[in-house]
C-alpha cells in the first residue's frame, strides 16, 4: 500500500491527487462508466484523509490509443467533465460503509457520464 500511504501524505499537505477509481485505466465495459466496480483505493483514500472525491469524467481517449505509441504527438477529440465533490461519512471508515460510499460512487461516476453524453451529445458508442 505505498501508493496509498503517498497520496494520503500528498493529502495532507492539501494537494489533489488523482487516482482512476478502477485502479487503472480501463476502456469499454470495464470502466466505472459502464458498470465496473470501483476499487477499493479511492475509497481508502476518501475515508482515510476525509477529503472529497471529485467525479471526472474523460471519454475520447480511445482514439488516442489507435495511434501507433512510437509516434511523438497523438491526436484526438477528448470531453471532460468535472463533477461535484462526494463527501465521505465517518461510516467509511468501516468495511460496510466503504462498500456503500463505492456503491455511491458508481452510480455518480455513471451519471456524470450520462451528463457528458447529453451536454455534448454524443453517442453511446463514444467510451472512455
Known amino acids: 500500500m505505498p501508493t496509498i500511504r503517498e497520496g494520503l501524505k500528498r493529502l495532507g499537505r492539501g494537494e489533489a491527487v488523482g487516482i482512476f477509481p478502477e485502479g487503472e485505466v480501463m476502456m469499454g465495459s470495464r470502466s466505472v462508466l459502464r458498470g465496473a466496480a470501483v476499487k477499493r483505493g479511492v475509497c481508502t483514500l476518501a475515508a482515510r484523509s476525509g477529503c472529497p472525491v471529485v467525479p471526472v469524467v474523460v471519454v475520447g481517449t480511445d482514439k488516442l490509443r489507435k495511434v501507433g505509441p512510437w509516434l511523438p504527438a497523438k491526436w484526438g477529440k477528448l470531453w471532460v467533465l468535472v463533477g ?8 467509511a471508515r468501516t468495511k460496510t460503509g466503504r462498500a456503500a460510499f463505492a456503491a455511491d460512487l458508481e452510480a455518480k461516476y455513471v451519471a456524470l457520464y450520462g451528463e457528458l453524453r447529453q451536454q455534448f451529445e454524443l453517442p453511446d458508442t463514444i467510451v472512455p
Open 84 to 91: 461535484e465533490p462526494i463527501p465521505v461519512g465517518a461510516e
